[in-house]
């Protein structure tokens, strides 16, 4: 499991990217890949952990879920 943070996430596309330290690149992320109920959206600057599969045009992240963590590491 990885940890990063919301780039940016269009709600009305469905569809953002999150960086984190772990990767060289910033990582796809989709709605219907985001683990809670109702709603499935993200918001820049949230603190998100997610599991990663090769895209066509990069890393995607996927089972992707809210932090728990009040303090999370610095981030980037």
Same mark, same amino acid.
């Given at each position: 499991?990885? $940890?990063?943070?919301?780039?940016?996430? *269009?709600?009305?596309? =469905? /569809?953002? /990217?999150?960086?984190?330290?772990? /990767?060289?690149?910033?990582? /796809?992320?989709?709605?219907?890949?985001? #683990?809670?109920?109702?709603?499935?959206? #993200?918001?820049? =600057?949230?603190?998100?952990?997610?599991?990663?599969?090769?895209g066509p045009? =990069?890393?995607?992240?996927i *089972?992707?879920? #809210? +932090? $728990?963590? +009040?303090?999370?590491?610095?981030?980037?």
């Amino acid at each position: 499991m990885h $940890t990063g943070k919301v780039k940016w996430f *269009n709600s009305a596309k =469905g /569809f953002g /990217f999150i960086v984190s330290p772990d /990767f060289g690149e910033d990582l /796809f992320a989709h709605y219907s890949v985001i #683990l809670t109920e109702g709603y499935k959206c #993200l918001k820049a =600057g949230q603190i998100v952990q997610f599991e990663t599969t090769p895209g066509p045009k =990069g890393t995607h992240a996927i *089972n992707i879920r #809210l +932090s $728990t963590a +009040s303090e999370p590491e610095d981030i980037s």
